[in-house]
């Protein structure tokens, strides 16, 4: 090290003199800067966001519980990495293992909880009603036969006999049970009986297209072409055929009718080009001074001379079902009317819509966004609960608003007498808890105060799989037309759960990225005898990055979990 | 670096030690303020008091990370300087969110009690 | 093992390098300096191409797409993007969002400050390289690869990127949102693309401000740094400070993009093709503005700065005169760099912000002003008294202070939210940030490839090429650009696809008041186009200067052919590894020419001085001398 090469870079381990710093000193404090900015941009977008919220911010809605260990595990990891570069110091290699594998676990453990999280947020279902009641929830698994009948499953997972449909299947099916083709499902889709396809060459998509084939032979129906498909590609080019009417639709044919269309676009393109050309170097010719603005008002194509050139490009395959089949589509890639169903790739499906309810399991029912709204339009907000439609339509969430009605008074005399009875002092119920009713207060209202819910259960939220309270919550068949907006607690539900994913998982991302670098420092024991001090320089310059994304979840926790 | 005699070093690891600690303290204070009624500052459930207490001590605990573990109480000037840069800047970027009221048709929501601005300049 | 690796990865180049290591893969900042170069030539061609389809649409939108220009289209791409050969809007949008993109992201921000900043930074500050070499490989291949998801996204179904180089919400979130596969859209390219390109700059930018912190040569002291390192410095701190809320924005709309969140998506919004949309609303497209623009007026600096300071080398050089007021350059540029964070909202004035914020951005914005006027006034003063050698880099470099100044003059009324009231969004927008761009910052740019291309090859560049390259392109740049300010006073719009022909009123005597004053000043549309194609010739000269120079020009005959004083000019011609033959020691400021007490009109900073003369020497020196 102590040779002078010219072509060496300096101050790699030993500190410059006038500055006092190594390179990789200077370089991750930039890279944190620049960090501070990456996170102040967020935190600064997360308040803006909130501010700016038009809708009830949802507060304190996630499980503490998670994000308080998670907290715990990473100052922990702090101070093992700390110990671990001055186990380096100290010229301690096994000690320096010891600790930098306690701080490698503790990213693991993390990063496990993050997903424990992230999974229980992405099965549970939320809905907003027309009336802006907020719904959460799971939704039901089931069947769907061929005929668009919904059936729940029993405890072997088979389809059980749908009470609301009890009367279709006998007429229809007669003693043929045995027999049924159904799919198995979530239900919250659309059940569309579908008659005829139209493919859009431009736009389909290869997975729509296999999704519909293989919903189709599941439910032992065939779509097939109903005319012929064919092509001709230039004037004096034969038709080329691609499937005759009446074979199968495949992703194979689709895609060669899709490469003949596109040669018919850019043949007839060719043509009309070719023809506009001409027809300006004529009114060019024949008008030179004019400015182009008026030529172009005496410009006209010369379709009849054109037309022979031309060829038939149509961007539409039509197929038919047979026989024609209930198809579930997903509803937030499908605009489905009485008739007709769009999806997104501009598959036109045309048949009848079957009721396509969501069976939910309530978790949560929310009136604060309804309360808002009502406020808005100067309408009282016990009124407009009133008149709900969960309420008017569902006995079991009634009872149970009831009894938290009587919940919440008993709260605001509470707080009325802890202020001895000074109606100005007092403070009343938040309006989070008045007009929120938690999957706890569920179940507490369900049982009768029989459940007694400890501090771990529901670890991530609410659990309807094998959960003994999980009895307690209504369930509930949502009519399509009901449902304004629906999502799974994704960043799609509203911005907040956004924000919350989007800086959790950048967040994430720092955490790997940082285990992987210090985990890396453990295999270079060569490097600890060739140069123990350049490794602690590596190992403290990566544990101030890891440093900082502690303390970005410092900040974190608190905004996310507790405000 | 505090020093890189064994012995200052060793010195230092239970300072660490006690740091982590107070962190490990300071987390359950937070929570503690935003669950536990009797804890609870400023109005009845999440209020601008929650909110300035949960953010003091979280800066009090990213301060120490900052200071003990990260060593800026023994960096250079340099370093400061960069640190700053990056936290005025960062204060600019934040001057983003006072937008959030001045765009005029920003609805001033529920539980969020700020004056709608339009109304204060027709006054005038 | 791995450890034996990392060991010895520093000195790894003193093993013969390979092909691929030396050209390709090179860790030597002078290589990734020209690569830089190269490519962001290629994509300023690139980008000029596609103004050229656009401004054929503004001038002849009712005519087909000459072959000269449409051959680059392949059949099926004329079906698809054409229509009947004429270019369709939204075929002007695409291109004309693509054009901004890659001028500014890929072309002149790389070409300056990547460019340039890699090559003469460390050279001038007598280091031997970069302070993390191989970080500054990355960070060229994370630019190339940037570059390159930008340029692929041409071919996919739904073409590239087409709401404007700002990429605002809900527009560019609508756009492309009917494909289903969201990964291969142009919206969704153009947003990965940058955030390759933003990894990029911030890797640059740290191993910039590292390199120039640590690794200068012992006796350069700040106040010993030519002004292009001061630059480069300030440049360094605005990619690294703006750059990440850009990034912030551009991953929140990535995340609406495949996940259907609403950050910039506000409540109740309506298209006509889909109805109202299956989006939760409640997010701020004002957000998206805030974080781009915060970047975006840094954003300008970065690509003025490394011109000004290639024009403040060159002036020095050539005028025989050290750099009028260096340290008021030096602080201006300072001052210019924190003020240039405060003063993005300027650049939303239209958006309804509240009038209490308008005239704060509008204070700063008149203040940013300041420190720029004193850069431009330090270098026209310098040229004060000069004996001028008009060589090539002389040349644009003079060229460039009055096409900067216009440019920087325009800019006044639009710093002022009641006349941006009018200006706004119209051809004279577009006329005065071109002219900053183009024939400012480009010409300084110009100026720097002229000026340093002895260097980096050992042969001198074509004179005669070289005024075939200068003369028309000075003209016509002028004649593409000034209309745009007459036509934006007009009220033209910056985003007519077809310049304005959908308003014109053709009668003389109609009641349709805007559309008589299109009519007046439409026709200027046919003169720049014109101006344009001839530019675009007066850019072969200049191609073909700078590949065959590097064969057949002359010679230079020795390490220092302009008598310079830069440290630069100290290294073996051109410059093998490590850059220095001996290591350099610096003895004094970067532009000591005409040293009355020095008996050469330049004193390098590397020379020793012969003998330590005190004060009192000089004094007696200079009073012997008047005595004669």
Known sequence: MNEKILDEIPYIVTPRKDTGLTNSKIGIWLFLASEVMLFGGLFSGYIFLRVYADYPWPERVLPIVPGLLNTFILILSSVTVVFAWAMLKLRKWNMFLLFMGTTIACAAIFMAFKVVEYKAKFSHQGVRLEDYTILEGHVHKGAVDSQGHIYHLDDNGNPAKHHADENHSKSEKGGAEGKMVYQKTSIDQIVFDTKDISFDLKMFNDGYVNDLLTQAESLRAQITFDKDIKYTTSPDSLPIVVAKAGEPVTLKALKEAKALWKKTIANNGAVRTEELRRQWRVAKHDNPDAPNWQNAQNIKMDMDAIRPNLVASKSVVTAKVEPHVAFLLDPKTTNASAKSAKRKDSTLMSGNLIDSSMELGIDGVDFTFLVQRAEEKGIDPESAIEKSWILKNNPQVRAYWEKHKEYIAELDKKLLDDADGD??????????????????????????????????????????????????????????????????????????????????????????????????????????????????????????????????????????YLM | MAGDSPAEIKKALKFYGLIGAILFIGTITTVAVAVVPWMDVGA????????????????????????????????????????????????????????????????????HGEPVIEEKVEKH | MSATTTDHGHDDHHHNPNFIQKYIFSTDHKTIGIQYGIVSLLFIALAFYLMMVMRWSIAYPHEPLPEWMSWVFSEEWRGRWLQDGKVTGETYNMFGAMHGTIMVFLGVVPLGFAAFGNYVMPLQIGAPDMAFPKLNMMSFWLYFVGGAIMVGSFFLESGAAKSGWTNYPPL?????????????????????????????????????????????????????????????????????????????????????????????????????????????????????????????????????????????????????????????????????????????????????????????????????????????TSMIISLWGGSIRFNQPMMWAAAFLPMFGIGGLTGLPLAFNLADIHLHDTYYVIGHFHYVVAPGILFGLFAGIYHWYPKATGRHMSNILGHLHFWPSLVFINLVFFPMLIQGMAGFHRRWYNGGDAYLEKSVDGTNVFGQTVAEFIDLNVLMSTSVWCLAAAQVPFIINFFTSFFIGKKVENDNPYDATTLEWNTPTPPGHGNFVTEPEVYRGPYEYSRPDYNEDYYPQWVAPKVEITEEEVVTVKSERTAH
């Open chain 1, 423 to 560: 109606i100005i002092k007092a403070e009343k119920a938040h309006h989070l808890e008045r007009y929120k009713m938690t999957w706890k207060e569920m179940v507490r209202y369900g049982s009768e105060g029989e459940t007694d819910l400890q501090w771990f259960n529901g670890f991530a939220g609410p659990n309807h799989k094998k959960e003994e309270w999980a009895k307690h919550f209504p369930d509930v068949s949502l009519p399509r037309e009901q449902i304004a907006f629906e999502s799974k607690f994704t960043p799609r539900w509203n911005n907040y759960y956004a924000i919350y994913f989007t800086i959790t998982g950048l967040h994430g991302l720092h955490i790997i990225g940082g285990a992987i670098v210090l985990g890396y420092y453990m295999f270079c024991p060569n490097m600890f005898r060739k140069n123990p001090d350049w490794l602690a320089n590596r190992v403290e310059v990566a544990g101030l990055f890891w440093h900082f994304v502690d303390l970005v979840w410092i900040f974190l926790f608190p905004i996310l």
């Open chain 3, 172 to 376: 560019a979130q609508i756009a492309d949102a009917k494909f289903v596969n969201q990964w291969f859209t142009g919206q969704t390219q153009w947003l990965l693309g940058m955030v390759f390109l933003i990894s990029s700059s911030l890797l640059g930018s740290v191993n910039f401000i590292v390199t120039l912190v640590n690794l200068r040569a012992p006796g350069m002291t700040w106040f010993r740094m030519p002004f292009f390192c001061w630059a480069m410095l300030v440049v360094a701190f605005l990619l690294l400070l703006a750059f990440p809320p850009l990034e912030v924005a551009a991953i929140m709309q990535l995340v609406d993009r495949f996940t259907g969140s609403s950050f910039f998506m506000p409540t109740g919004l309506y298209t006509s093709a889909s109805g109202a949309l299956d989006v939760a609303g409640g997010g701020s497209p004002l957000l998206y503005q805030h974080l781009f623009w915060f970047l975006g007026h840094p954003e300008v600096y970065v690509l003025l700065l490394p011109a000004i300071a290639c024009v403040a080398e060159i002036i020095p050089v050539n005028t025989r005169k050290p750099l009028w007021g260096y340290r008021s350059m030096v602080w201006g540029v300072m001052v210019l760099g924190f003020l240039s964070f405060i003063v993005w909202a300027h650049h939303m004035y239209l958006t309804g912000m509240g009038p209490m914020v308008s005239s704060f951005f509008q204070v700063t914005t008149v203040l940013i002003s300041v420190p720029s006027v004193i850069l431009l």
């Open chain 2, 44 to 111: 009845r459930g999440f209020s601008t008091g929650d909110l300035i207490l949960g953010l003091l001590i979280a800066s009090v605990k990213a301060s120490l990370v900052m200071y003990i573990f990260m060593h800026l109480n023994h960096e250079k000037k340099l370093i400061y300087l960069f640190y700053g840069m990056a936290g005025f800047f960062a204060l600019c970027l934040f001057f983003i969110t006072r937008m959030a009221f001045e765009d005029p048709i920003h609805y001033s929501g529920f539980g």
